[in-house]
């Protein structure tokens, strides 16, 4: 079955440590995205990628990278320089063509403390 | 700012009542419209894209008024399974960045 997988589901990080959030998809999308839900807050873009080797930063994209090696994965690294890292973090995926809704992942909820 | 701005909720409806939501959104050149479902702590899932005529799947039937800017959701003989938040995603210009989600209606159906 075509999907996207985020691992883990869970991760627990003491303040200052680089973290990395992984992303896979086999549904041969070319855009990925990643986005930071809040309670009771619509989704915020961090970073998106529309072809390999390219992405753009997003509405909150300080303190976060991301890189796009290959169609099928677009990691994003949660940095010490990012001052409210604990939320829930999903990866989405679509078609790059019009009306193509995105697809996500089942998340990674990051807590640091 | 674009925004995309949805009844506030909560909705708290009987088992087989039928329920509205609304969303409105800023940008007049907005291109694509959608309905998510998301359950608690868990991820978004698309339950229909809309289109210009109106469209209906099964108990669901989605809306769009181009001229006042919003977007409806009906669903009718309401199911226990339809409690979650129903997410309104907007995009201004079919290029990846410029999805915008509404903030989302929670909506329980009791027995």
């Known amino acids: 079955d075509g999907g996207i997988t985020q691992s883990p589901k869970y991760l627990f990080r003491k303040e200052g440590q680089n973290v990395t959030l992984s992303c896979e998809q086999n549904?041969?999308?070319?855009?990925m995205y990643w986005y930071r839900q809040d309670p009771g807050q619509g989704l915020r873009l961090i970073y998106y990628s529309q072809i390999v080797n390219d992405f753009q930063k997003g509405d909150i994209a300080e303190g976060y990278s991301v890189s796009r090696e290959k169609k099928e994965s677009f990691p994003l690294t949660v940095t010490s320089a990012q001052k409210n890292p604990t939320a829930f973090y999903l990866c989405a995926s679509n078609m790059d063509r019009y009306n193509s809704p995105l697809h996500f992942g089942n998340g990674t909820r990051l807590t640091v403390t | 700012r674009k925004e995309v701005e949805q009844d506030p909720g909560p909705f708290n409806v009987p088992e087989g009542a039928t329920v509205a939501f609304n969303c409105t959104y800023s940008n007049s050149a907005s291109q694509s419209f959608f309905w998510y479902r998301q359950d608690c702590r868990k991820e978004p899932k698309l339950l229909m894209s809309v289109y210009s005529s109106g469209n209906e799947d099964g108990r669901f039937t989605a809306q769009l008024n181009r001229a006042s800017q919003y977007i409806s959701l009906l669903i009718r003989d309401s199911k226990l399974s339809d409690s979650a938040t129903y997410l309104c995603v907007v995009n201004w210009d079919n290029y990846g960045q410029n999805f915008v989600f509404g903030p989302g209606t929670r909506l329980s159906v009791l027995p």
């Open positions: 549904l041969n999308h070319d855009a």
